[in-house]
């Protein structure tokens, strides 16, 4: 009998990637001539919540643009960032509170999986709690897969794990 092959589909955040970003980006930021004086402030609140405070809306997005290309230096994917509505917080400042997607929801899991089945390629899909797993006989159905997905405008991001 052939061997099967398998990987995971999943969608991981590095929070230490992320604890880097963030202080590359409070460094920028304290070093900006443009920042002086500024209330400007990025915190990991939470396994999976950044908080920005700023002195007004306008710096908060530039605090924000920072924070992304930090993002993109760190190898980071800026589709793990969902945004919270700026709000105002203390001392005349506001805040935005931005939520780190980590996993893949079982809506998410089910487009996935039907976007492998209509592929028609012969391999297997199957949800496993926060991730798909995808099963083969042949490696190259596998490479076609990962293709497939790669080629895909997904509003996560996904990582290719576990190939057996």
């Known amino acids: 009998m052939a061997k099967e092959h398998s990987f995971d ?10 604890d880097n970003a963030i202080n590359l980006a409070v460094k920028e930021i304290t ?17 999976n919540q950044v908080t ?7 710096k908060l997005e530039s605090v924000i643009d920072i924070l992304k290309s930090k993002f993109i230096k760190r190898g980071l ?3 793990v960032m969902e945004f919270g509505k700026v709000e105002k917080a203390s001392g005349g400042t506001v805040r ?9 929801s079982s809506d998410r899991a089910k487009k996935l999986t039907k976007l492998i089945r209509d592929a ?45």
């Open 31 to 47: 070093n900006r001539y443009d920042f002086k004086g500024s209330k400007s402030s990025i915190e990991r609140t939470g396994d």
């Open 77 to 79: 994917s800026q589709k």
């Open 120 to 164: 028609n390629l012969k391999v297997k899909a199957q949800i496993q709690n926060e991730q798909v797993r995808v099963f083969a006989k042949s490696i190259d159905d596998l490479q076609a897969v990962i293709q497939l997905i790669k080629e895909q405008d997904l509003d996560f991001p996904v990582q290719f794990v576990n190939m057996r």
């Open 52 to 58: 920005v405070i700023s002195d007004d809306e306008y």
């Open 96 to 104: 935005q509170v931005i939520t780190l997607i980590s996993g893949i």
């Open 9 to 18: 589909l999943v969608s991981e955040v590095q929070i230490q990637e992320v």
